[in-house]
């Protein structure tokens, strides 16, 4: 019912108002289900930016504990007494990888691997952790990472990087092991965050990395002897490929600037 004011609007009668309110206070309002919530976490969760965070705070993380730990104690104080041959090669190696991903420097192990096995096994185990600490990385930033920070790459030399990265995977990845330069950790998320496959990853990682290993691992056994021609040759072998990169580095750059 409706009755007409002084003013001449139409208002509902006392009686309408109060059915009309216990009408909606009997529509049952549905409680957010168990599985819902459920739902909306899962998706909050597995967001791109949630990954991402979680990618920092992983590496962070790392950072944090190659800081307190101090892994470079090794090249002065040796390996633990209580491994030894095959078993504290496979040890080195998984903590080689580990490591990469937490941002030690690869010359670093490489030389603590020459020096605790020698020049072969030590070559072996130092690309057994590049390859993993690769894949490890890669990995992360594949399934942390990309979808988060592939819409952020917008500069010119953000695309020009990602394209040739994608469109030229293994070539490009075999002469940035070759020729160093670029970190090898920023080398491993720029390429998880481009359309790179994993196995022109890996395999351009693994083949790239042996001359630089080599000579690294050459260098850490025979680092007692400074003078011998084997530590000069490796060290040769270390400033060449330094300098070319800085030169095909300091080309590419005037290229893309060009663009």
């Known amino acids: 019912m409706l009755d007409a004011n002084r003013s001449g609007t139409a208002t509902a009668s006392p009686r309408a108002a109060a059915t009309q309110l216990a009408v909606t206070a009997a529509v049952p309002v549905p409680p957010l289900s168990p599985a819902g919530f459920a739902a909306r ?4 969760l597995l ?3 949630a990954r991402l965070s979680l990618l920092v705070a992983l590496l962070v993380a790392g950072a944090v504990g190659v800081l307190l730990f101090e892994p470079q104690r090794l090249l002065t104080h040796g390996w633990p007494p209580q491994l030894g041959g095959f078993a ?3 040890v080195f190696g998984a ?3 580990l490591c990469t991903v937490a941002f030690v420097p690869r010359p670093l192990l490489n030389l603590a691997a020459g020096a605790l096995f020698g020049s072969q096994l030590g070559l072996a185990t130092a690309l057994a952790g590049t390859v993993l600490g690769a894949g490890l990385a890669f990995g992360l930033g594949r399934l942390l990472g990309q979808d988060a ?3 952020l790459l917008r500069g010119r030399w953000l695309k020009a990087a990602d394209g040739q990265l994608s469109r030229h995977g293994f070539r490009s990845m075999l002469a940035v092991r070759l020729f160093p330069g670029v970190p090898f950790w920023a080398a491993n998320y720029c390429a998880s965050v481009s359309r790179m496959g994993w196995l022109p990853f890996l395999l351009a990682t693994a083949l ?3 001359p630089n290993t080599a000579a690294y691992a050459v260098a850490g056994a025979r680092a007692s002897a400074p003078t011998s021609p084997a530590f000069l040759i490796a060290m040769a ?3 060449v490929p330094a300098l070319a990169g800085t030169v095909v580095a300091w080309r590419k750059r005037h290229q893309l600037r060009g663009r």
């Not at 976490?41 to 909050?44: A, D, E, G, K």
């Open 88 to 90: 504290a090669a496979v």
């Open 41 to 44: 976490c899962t998706r909050l």
């Open 149 to 151: 920070l592939r819409p």
């Open 47 to 49: 967001s791109p930016y």
């Open 237 to 239: 072998c270390i400033a």
């Open 208 to 210: 790239g990395s042996i």
């Open 95 to 97: 903590a080689y990888g």
